[in-house]
């Protein structure tokens, strides 16, 4: 059994990130899994993943909307934490796999290319047991959806459920839509949100 804690859309607010490195630390997870949105239009990336490893978890990332390729690189390089986005990760049976960015914003991509990067990080670990993709941007033809007329969900996202069925989508980006729950045929599509959502998997 692997323990997360699943959070995102910090927007560079170094107090609520020590609160939940504090959490993290409380529930005992064995990773800290982080949706993007780490900055908001990278105005700072100080006291935003340091408070994690400060607490000795390990953490793994994607870029969201509001910060570079660039930078989530940079992020992660600098913490040791692990890039998800067009890559994997593997604990024992349970293995995950992500896309950052988002169809929206400074660091836009085509569906094609979200599609297309989900697809390059899944050849990596498809023959694991349990996997888990995490996206910045939710899937297209959800409820989420529906909780911003701006903010439209992703077509490429949802084909990658479809296709590679997932057994849990973990994402953020709307913020009104955090803690929603909902299924995509076999798939579970979780808006974590800033608040965060522990898993024991």
């Known amino acids: 059994m692997v323990k997360i804690f699943a959070t995102g859309?910090?927007?560079?607010?170094?107090?609520?990130?020590?609160?939940?490195?504090?959490?993290?630390?409380?529930?005992?997870?064995?990773?800290?899994?982080?949706?993007?949105?780490?900055?908001?239009?990278?105005?700072?990336?100080?006291?935003?993943?340091?408070?994690?490893?400060?607490?000795?978890?390990?953490?793994?990332?994607?870029?969201?909307?509001?910060?570079?390729?660039?930078t989530a690189d940079f992020l992660s390089q600098f913490y040791g934490a692990t890039n998800l986005h067009g890559y994997s990760l593997r604990?024992?049976?349970?293995?995950?796999?992500?896309?950052?960015?988002?169809?929206?914003?400074?660091?836009?991509?085509?569906?094609?290319?979200?599609f297309e990067t989900l697809a390059r990080a899944y050849t990596q670990i498809k023959d694991v047991k349990k996997k888990i993709m995490v996206t910045h941007v939710h899937p297209s033809g959800t409820l989420m959806e529906k909780f911003s007329?701006?903010?439209?969900?992703?077509?490429?996202?949802?084909k990658a459920i479809q296709t590679f069925q997932p057994e849990i989508l973990l994402c953020s980006h709307v913020h009104e839509a955090e803690g929603v729950e909902e299924k995509i045929g076999k798939t579970t599509v979780?808006?974590?949100g800033k608040k965060g959502k522990v898993l024991e998997l």
């Open 190 to 192: 979780i808006n974590v």
């Open 9 to 70: 859309d910090f927007h560079s607010d170094s107090r609520l990130t020590a609160r939940l490195a504090e959490k993290a630390s409380q529930e005992k997870v064995d990773l800290v899994v982080i949706t993007g949105d780490i900055t908001h239009q990278e105005m700072s990336t100080e006291g935003l993943i340091g408070p994690f490893v400060k607490k000795n978890k390990k953490v793994a990332l994607i870029p969201g909307n509001h910060e570079s390729f660039a």
């Open 91 to 114: 604990i024992g049976d349970l293995a995950f796999f992500g896309c950052g960015g988002a169809n929206c914003g400074l660091n836009q991509l085509t569906e094609e290319e979200i």
């Open 149 to 158: 007329h701006y903010v439209k969900g992703s077509t490429g996202v949802r």
